[in-house]
């Protein structure tokens, strides 16, 4: 009972402020998807603005920001073992590479038959 | 649970302190803990089909180039911000718990289901109509490049099921209304009902799906039969199970708040279901427009859209397309059925996993709501013990942090 009073309570303004971040990130992901075209950049600016959602999720709605380090610790690892079984997967993703190109270079050339 | 505690003389115990905890402290915090290690397994329990989905755009980008003209980005974006919204609400109710706001907290967590369930209505008008179109996993995937398949039937039983949701939700908030009058002594009749609509509902699917000769017309009745004995008995045994519970009060917010769910799941479905027709018909304006008045127009497919509107550029490029492709019997095709050799299939075999899983999390955040709305609503929980609420809304911010990932992925494809 003793230790009840160190228990971190979320201000109503951080809570509304938290949320109102996620709702401008989700429109700013919407807009980069529909009306920016990245190119190469495309997907890293996706995830990044996804892991930015995530980390305010996990910091204030989840309270990891005040909490003991330890249940912080067990999100990451989880997410590095997460990153390590998907890249351990991708070493050999060059095996298509002759296919995928000659996708990119259908898709760029002129389409003849689109129009009748 | 109340007197009875190993600590029933110690005037300090709570009465939810387990006797194996040294102190309240250590209880909360095990319990924590041990979410956490639960959502450590979800996340690598997802990891498996974020890794198929990462494989499958690395070697076939033009799978998902193609594919995601099927998933609509404003469903995704109202879906993402009601799982916003809820998570909002679970922080609030968490905060609400620690500073003993006991008529907020009930709200914030009944606020919290029902968005689950506008996320589910609108969720079930996607799935309903990517079934009509055949657009479905690789094994069962038969949707024709360029064809338009007729939508009426599917946006006519999905505004039936938004309609009898609505009911059904008006229905549950009565059944909660006689808790207190006298519905808990009938909680026996209740499981009993529950048996026989599962074991009814059951044999009747089981000999749908078993026995082979049988007509058509027997069959729609064993599967109709099957479906309602069955949804009987297991709202039945949810009412049975709620009234076995101890608190008046508890089990009545249970029915409010299974209520609020159905409740939201209608709404969302009639909401989604009129944003989809809508957009439908104006493809099929455009449509009809550039091919000078084909069948399209005259297949009844009026919904009252004017011509003149603002054609969607993606509409418009995808009728062309369409006119260009119509249905010729290519080689192509030959070989690979309907399906082009994209094998689409396969990135809706990726979509439904990801997105089917992540729906039965929603329905479980549901169920387990259901339970901490009751304990709630029985006054279990204050500033010096609200665990539980801490623990469901992790859950909670999790699955919610799964579909801040899923949506741009899916549906944000360039």
């Known amino acids: 009972m003793s230790h009840e009073h160190s228990h971190h309570v979320t201000s109503l303004p951080v809570l509304f402020a938290t949320f109102a971040a996620l709702v401008g990130l989700t429109l700013l992901t919407v807009y980069q998807a529909t009306s920016l075209h990245l190119g190469q950049f495309e997907m890293a600016v996706t995830l990044g603005i996804a892991t930015a959602k995530a980390l305010l999720v996990a910091l204030i709605f989840m309270q990891l920001a005040h909490d003991k380090p330890l249940n912080s610790v067990i999100l990451v690892s989880a997410i590095l073992f997460f990153g390590l079984f998907v890249s351990f997967t991708l070493l050999d993703r060059k095996e298509y590479q002759p296919q995928i190109d000659q996708f990119l270079l259908d898709r760029d050339a002129p389409k003849v038959y689109a129009d009748p | 649970m109340s007197a009875t505690t190993p600590h029933a003389g110690d005037l300090h115990a709570h009465r939810f302190h387990a006797h194996h905890f040294d102190t309240q402290e250590q209880q909360f915090q095990a319990g924590k803990l041990g979410m956490w290690l639960f959502l450590a397994t ?39 911000l009601v799982l916003l919204v809820s998570s909002l609400s679970v922080a609030w109710a968490v905060r609400c718990a620690q500073t003993n706001k006991q008529g907020m907290l009930l709200a914030n967590l009944v606020f919290t289901v029902l968005c689950a369930g506008i996320f589910m209505g609108v969720k079930s008008v996607e799935y309903t109509l990517k079934f009509h179109e055949g657009l479905l996993w690789r094994s069962a995937y038969s949707f024709v490049e360029g064809s338009h398949p007729d939508l009426g039937p599917a946006h006519e039983q999905l505004r039936q099921f938004g309609l009898v949701s609505l009911g059904i939700g008006a229905a549950i908030v009565v059944l909660g209304m006689l808790v207190g009058v006298g519905l808990r002594k009938a909680r026996g009749l209740f499981l009993a009902v529950a048996l026989i609509g599962i074991l009814v509902g059951s044999v009747c699917l089981a000999r749908a799906g078993v026995v082979e000769e049988m007509t058509e017309t027997q069959m729609g009745q064993m599967l109709n039969v099957g479906g309602y004995a069955l949804a ?46 809508n957009k439908e018909a104006n493809a099929h304006s455009t449509h009809a427009h550039s091919t000078h008045g084909e069948a399209a127009s005259a297949a009844g497919e009026q919904h009252d859209v004017s011509h003149d509107e603002t054609h969607e550029a993606g509409s418009q490029h995808r009728a062309t397309e369409t006119t260009a492709l119509v249905n010729e019997f290519t080689e192509e095709k030959l070989l690979y059925g309907g399906e082009g050799p994209k094998f689409p299939g396969i990135f809706f075999s990726i979509y439904y996993a990801m997105t089917g899983v992540h729906a039965i999390h929603i329905l479980c955040g ?41 949506f741009p992925l899916l549906y944000l494809i360039q």
């Not at chain 2, 519970?245 to 969302?268: D, K």
């Not at chain 2, 609503?377 to 992790?394: C, I, K, R």
């Not at chain 2, 859950?395 to 942090?401: F, I, R, S």
Request: glycine share 12%; charged share 10%; proline share 3%.
């Open chain 2, 232 to 277: 009987i008995g297991l709202g039945s045994l949810i009412t049975g199970v709620i009234l076995l519970g101890g608190e008046n009060r508890g089990a009545r917010w249970a029915f409010f708040a299974i209520a609020a769910t159905v409740v939201g799941l209608g709404a969302g479905c009639l909401a989604a279901n009129v944003y989809t027709a």
């Open chain 2, 42 to 80: 979800e996340v690598l329990f997802f990891s498996g089909m974020f890794c198929a989905y990462t494989i499958y755009r690395v070697i076939h980008p033009e799978v998902f180039a193609f594919a995601h003209q099927f998933l609509d980005p404003t469903l995704g974006a109202a879906n993402t």
């Open chain 2, 366 to 406: 549901i169920g387990v709501f259901v339970w901490i709305i009751y304990r709630a609503a029985a006054g279990h929980f204050e500033p010096s013990y609200y665990g539980p609420v801490e623990y469901v809304g992790l859950y909670w911010h999790l699955v919610d942090l799964i579909w801040i990932y899923l």
